[in-house]
C-alpha cells in the first residue's frame, strides 16, 4: 500500500479542486466516467464535511445553556441529553447531507439535464457521464461554501454566494463537457429549471384539488350555513354575553 503515493494523489485532486472552482473555463474539461466523476466528488466532499461537524460543534459547544435562561432542575439536567443530541443530529444530518443527498440530487438532476437537452431539445448528443461530471463539477463552489454556511455571521453569504457561483461553473462546466456555447447551455438551464417548476406547480395544484374534492364529500351539503349566519350568530352572543 503506497501511502505516499495516495497523499500526492489527494493533493493532486485538492489542487484541482481548487482551480476549478476559481478557473472553472480551464479545468472544467477534464473527462471523467460516471463512477470516476462519483470517486471525485466523494473524495472532495471528506474535507468540507470534517469542517462542518468541527465548526457546529463548536457552535454547539459554546452556546448558551439552560442554566443561563434559569431554567428549571429538571430542564438543567436535561441540559446535557440536549446537547448530546444536537451533536449527533450534526453528524447524522452531514452525512445524509454530504453523501446522500447532494450526490443523488445531482445524479437525478443529470437525468433531467439529458431527457431535456438531448432527446427533447436536441442541443447536444454526449453521454449521461459527461452531464453528471458537469454537475458535480458545478457543485465544488457549494462543497466549498457549505461549512461556511454553519457559522451565523456567513448565513447571508453563503445563499447569496454559493447557488450563483454553482450556477455559473454549471454553465460553463455543461458547454466544455457537452461542446456547446455557453448561451446554449445557459439556455437549457432555465429551460430545464422552468419545466421542473412547472411539473412541481402541477403537481401541487392536483393534490389541492384531489384534498378539496375529498373535503367536499366529507361535509353533507347544507350543514354550515350562510357566513352571514354564522357571523351574526357569534356577534350576538357575544353582546348577550357582554349585557349587564
Not at 453521454?127 to 463552489?141: K, N
Not at 455571521?153 to 450563483?164: C, E, G, K, R
Not at 447551455?185 to 395544484?205: P, T, Y
Request: hydrophobic share 60%.
Amino acid at each position: 500500500m503506497n501511502c505516499k503515493g495516495d497523499i500526492m494523489t489527494y493533493m493532486d485532486e485538492l489542487r484541482f479542486f481548487w482551480n476549478l472552482v476559481w478557473n472553472p473555463g480551464k479545468y472544467s474539461k477534464r473527462q471523467l466516467d460516471f463512477w470516476s466523476a462519483v470517486k471525485l466528488y466523494y473524495t472532495m466532499a471528506v474535507l468540507p464535511f470534517i469542517a462542518y461537524v468541527v465548526i457546529g460543534s463548536l457552535r454547539i459547544a459554546a452556546g448558551d445553556g439552560v442554566h443561563r435562561f434559569g431554567a428549571s432542575t429538571l430542564l438543567a439536567h436535561l441540559g446535557p441529553l440536549f446537547t448530546s443530541l444536537s451533536y449527533l443530529s450534526l453528524i447524522w444530518g452531514g452525512i445524509l447531507l454530504f453523501f446522500i443527498a447532494l450526490p443523488l440530487g445531482i445524479a437525478i438532476d443529470a437525468i433531467i439535464y439529458q431527457i431535456i437537452a438531448k432527446h427533447f431539445l436536441k442541443v447536444w448528443k454526449g453521454s449521461y457521464d459527461r452531464t453528471f461530471t458537469a454537475l458535480v463539477f458545478g457543485l465544488f463552489p457549494l462543497l466549498l461554501l457549505l461549512w461556511i454556511g454553519v457559522i451565523p455571521i456567513f448565513n447571508l453569504l453563503f445563499i447569496i454566494v454559493a447557488p450563483i457561483w454553482s450556477l455559473v461553473v454549471i454553465v460553463i462546466a455543461l458547454s466544455e463537457q457537452q461542446k456547446i456555447t455557453r448561451l446554449n447551455a445557459l439556455l437549457v438551464m432555465l429551460i430545464k429549471s422552468l419545466l421542473v417548476l412547472l411539473v412541481f406547480a402541477l403537481i401541487g395544484i392536483s393534490i389541492f384539488a384531489s384534498l378539496a374534492y375529498v373535503l367536499s364529500n366529507l361535509v353533507p351539503v347544507g350543514s354550515v350555513g350562510p357566513l352571514s349566519n354564522v357571523t351574526s350568530g357569534w356577534m350576538h352572543m357575544n353582546w348577550t354575553g357582554m349585557a349587564p
